[in-house]
């Protein structure tokens, strides 16, 4: 099973952003729980949404156990958000192993509609979502929500975190990003990729069907990873 942990508007314009945290928590988790990476997900980019730098949330992706308590997570991950809090955030977390479809489509609305509070706290309390504000207009609750469920599609957003990958830098071979936890490498038209060195210094996999998928394009004598959401 996979526990979605959705982070959101942890940060002020002097802080670290919502996946630097997200990536901390996750090596906190990784002591005890299998990491399966952390994602970001653009949200809509709007005046009247009154985020930080990018509108971005962050899903961490963790493997549980069906008997795995998913309210001593929350707690843990609480506990290190509130100790991490930045003055002038609005900071949310939700964490489920259950992600309803309409969970599903609330994210995807939130990339480009503008959303309310109460309709993420409905939605969540109504499938019995663990979801909470930790703080200031507690708005990041719908960044929180709407991250899981992009996660929880398999197709929406790009790895931050997943492997080894970050460990990696400049050119590399096809078998070294694979065994660093890309599940793919491929063209943008979903040609497979079978040779050839690839840049890994920004290299950002796509979540598609659930996995890390690195698209790239082919320049001059490598191929460029491309950023995709």
Known sequence: MIAFI???????????????????????????YPILGVVRH???????????????????????????????????VELRMLADFQSGSDPGLCVTAFVPEDVIAFGFKAQTQLVKQNEARGLAARHGLLLKGLGGTQDGVIGALAGVGLAACGNSGRYVQV???????????????????????????????????????????????????????????HWQPLKLD
């Open 6 to 32: 959705g982070m959101d508007d942890t940060d002020n314009l002097e802080s670290r952003g919502t996946g630097h945290l997200a990536r901390e928590v996750a090596a906190d988790l990784a002591q005890d």
């Open 163 to 221: 492997g080894s990958l970050r460990e990696l830098s400049g050119l590399q071979t096809l078998e070294t990003v694979l065994e660093a936890g890309v599940a793919a490498v491929q063209t943008v038209d979903g040609q497979s990729v079978i040779q050839g060195p690839i840049e890994t210094s920004k290299l950002r996999p796509a979540r598609r069907d659930g996995k890390p998928v690195a698209v790239v394009e082919w320049q001059e004598d």
């Open 42 to 76: 653009q949200l809509l980019v709007d005046p009247r949404v009154p985020y930080t730098k990018h509108n971005s949330s962050a899903v961490i992706l963790v493997q549980i156990e069906e008997n795995t308590s998913l309210e001593a997570i929350f707690e843990r």
